[in-house]
Every structure is written in C-alpha cells, then in structure tokens.
C-alpha cells in the first residue's frame, strides 16, 4: 500500500487508535481486538517493549490491517519502523529531519504539533496529516474549529483527550480524524482479554464519525440550497 492509498484509507476510517501498553502480547491483542471490532488501523507506539518486531509480525500477517509506528523520535528509529513494515510514522512533537527522511522513503508521516506555528511548520516538511496533540488541554473541538479556521489547508488529527463524550465534537470542528488510545482500548480490557468490549467500543467510536460526517454533509447541502 503507497503513501497515497495509505492516508486515504486513514481519511476513510477516521480513528486512529493508538496502542501504548507494557507487553508485545498485550500490544497484539490489543492491535486485532481494535482491527477485528471494525477500525483496521492502528498504532504501535515504541514504547511497546519489542515494538518494531510486532509491526513487522502485524505487517506480515494482517495485510488489511494499517500499522503505524508511533512515539518516533529520530530518524534512525523511523528508518528501522520502514524497514519492519510500517505504513506510517508519527510522534508526539515535530521533528523536520523525520519528515523528510518518510517523504523520500514515500511512507505517510503524522508529526505532532500543537501552536499554528508548529502546525505550519510540519506541513510545510511534507507531512500528510498533522496530529494536534494534546488537543483537549487546549481548547479541546473550539480549539481545532479555530485552527481549520486560520489554516483550512491542512488536514489535521485530534488526538489527546478524545472521548466518547467529544469525539463527534472534533469531527464537526474539522479534524480529518482522531487520535485514541485508552478510551477506545482500555487498560483493563487488555488485561482481562475483553475482546468483544474492544469491538463494541470500536463500532460506537465509528458510530460517532459516521454521525459528525453526515451532519456536516446536511449542513453543506443547506448551504448550497440557500445561496
């Protein structure tokens, strides 16, 4: 799968959650319980111990699945997630060195950043998506609604502190997609193999972007029809 398919298929789904857990077997679980609930994407932070040999088992067997490297900090780590499989890179913080290494290796990369000018900035390394993080200690939706606002132009990523509560929030504000982790996968739920939790977590999450989505589709048509 290209870059481009890549972050079509991120666009079409809407989530991606994100996996940050103390285990590899706990990360796997975690990684088909999401994929199998409906959301075929996820992220493996590397703080997962073995982190890099999981995505290249996930790669290798669950090619329907997205599997992104995330928490990447330099670019000699971004080269070994490349290397294992990965089909897009991204971290808490923007670093431009990263950006550039995914855009020539043609992998899809996902910097964080948080102020406009952070924002900018990663766009303008060719970055896909920006990941505005942590967006719910900012402002939460008003604060993305502000920023599609200032900068219409780039797609952007809510993550941090996205919750059942406000998920459909950061949608309508205008973010392409949103960032989860344990809200949609929970701690206890891994631990306990709560499987069929996950997927009814999983559809209710999806639920909320399909809902958000068609809102925005109603009010542009009424737009329209009223001009």
Known sequence: MNRGEVCSRIREIGIIPAIRVSSTDEAHFAATAVAY?????????????GAIKLISHLVQHHPK?????????????????VEAGAHFLTAPGFDPAISQFAAKANVAVLPGALTPTEIAEAWRTSCDLVKVFPCAHVGGDKYI???????????????????QQNAAAFILAGAEAIGIGTQLIPTESIERRQAERIHE????????????????EVHKEGAVTHK
Not at 37 to 49: A, D, N, R, S
Not at 68 to 80: L, N, W
Not at 204 to 215: I, M, P, S
């Open 145 to 163: 609604r502000s920023i599609k606002a200032a900068l219409p132009q780039i797609p952007l990523i809510a993550a941090g502190g996205v919750n």
């Open 37 to 49: 609930g409906g959301i075929p994407i996820v992220e493996i932070t590397l703080t997962v111990p």
């Open 65 to 81: 699945m997205l599997v992104g490297a995330g928490t990447v900090m330099d670019t000699q780590t971004a080269r070994q997630c």
């Open 201 to 216: 977590l999983a559809q209710r999450f999806l639920g909320f972007v399909k809902d958000a989505r068609h809102r925005l």
